[in-house]
């Protein structure tokens, strides 16, 4: 039995970096490290294909966990309806993590779910026999030039990063860094793929052992 699947990786590093634990409230907390569906984010940023599904295996932590105080002017629709009438902001406080450095790892497999998918990724999807190693060979392509579909982030949009791109020489992992536990971790929001609606998936009881988090194989279907 073969899984068709095509590794791909990279770095990313920033000044500030938020990844939403869901049970922080009204002040924000974050996690120690990207989620799963963050680091699946970031590499859609570089090249986002509906007809192919990315698979985050792991981060490595490349820079001490620190966090930070941080405030800002909140004008979204979150707001009260009162507030958002008379042209309000509110003061967001959260904690974020600063200076940050990851190493992201994740493997391409093609989307199963064909029935969602709009025609121009059904058109494309028809043209090649390996979607998953074409959509490899565009995005290592793309991450050499520093292209990318949308800007990444490192979280909020506001926290854009101060270099993206394949892994630099002088980069090393926090091995020797203390192990953190990390009770639970928000998983996914949209667990069943390319449209689909919300449905919250968790993970329990993760470590990073050694400056890595491994993200835990999930029921996404191979092909075979």
């Known amino acids: 039995m073969v899984r068709l699947s095509y590794p791909i990786a990279m770095e990313i590093a920033g000044n500030n970096a938020m990844w939403t634990r869901p049970d922080c409230g009204d002040c924000p907390v974050s996690y120690p490290a990207p989620t799963y569906s963050a680091a699946k984010a970031i590499f859609e940023s570089v090249l986002w294909g509906p007809d192919v599904e990315i698979i985050p295996a792991k981060v490595e932590l490349c820079a001490p966990i620190q966090y930070h105080s941080y405030c800002t002017n909140y004008g979204g629709p979150l707001r009260n309806p009162k507030s958002i009438k008379d042209g309000n902001n509110y003061q967001l406080y959260a904690t974020v993590l600063i200076d940050v450095c990851y190493r992201l790892y994740a493997e ?90 919300v449905s919250y998936v968790y993970d329990n009881n993760l470590v990073i052992q050694n400056g890595v988090l491994e993200y835990p194989k999930g029921s996404e279907n191979y092909a075979q």
């Open 108 to 197: 391409v497999i093609p989307n199963k779910e064909k029935s969602r998918l709009p025609e121009r990724a059904v058109q494309w999807d028809k043209k090649t026999t390996s979607p998953g190693h074409a959509y490899q060979s565009i995005f290592e392509r793309r991450l050499k030039r520093g292209q990318c579909y949308s800007i990444p982030s490192l979280g909020w949009r506001e926290f854009t990063p101060s270099y993206f791109g394949e892994f630099r020489d002088t980069t090393q992992v926090m091995s020797d860094a203390l192990p953190v536990i990390i009770p639970s971790m928000l998983r996914q929001v949209f667990s069943k793929g390319y449209a689909s609606p």
